[in-house]
């Protein structure tokens, strides 16, 4: 039981790690997506 805890929260890390980087690239690209716009 505490071992398939340990995986949930392990997994859950992962997601939250992914959404976050995957929002600050995004939000990255989309800077320098209207930079060179203007």
Same mark, same amino acid.
């Given at each position: $039981?505490e %071992?398939?805890?340990?995986? +949930? *929260?392990l997994v *859950?890390?992962i *997601? +939250? #790690? *992914? =959404? #976050?980087? %995957?929002? =600050?690239? !995004? &939000? !990255? $690209? /989309?800077?320098h /997506? /209207? &930079? &060179?716009c203007?």
């Amino acid at each position: $039981m505490e %071992s398939n805890k340990k995986q +949930v *929260l392990l997994v *859950l890390t992962i *997601l +939250v #790690s *992914l =959404f #976050s980087y %995957s929002a =600050f690239a !995004g &939000r !990255g $690209m /989309i800077k320098h /997506i /209207i &930079r &060179r716009c203007w």
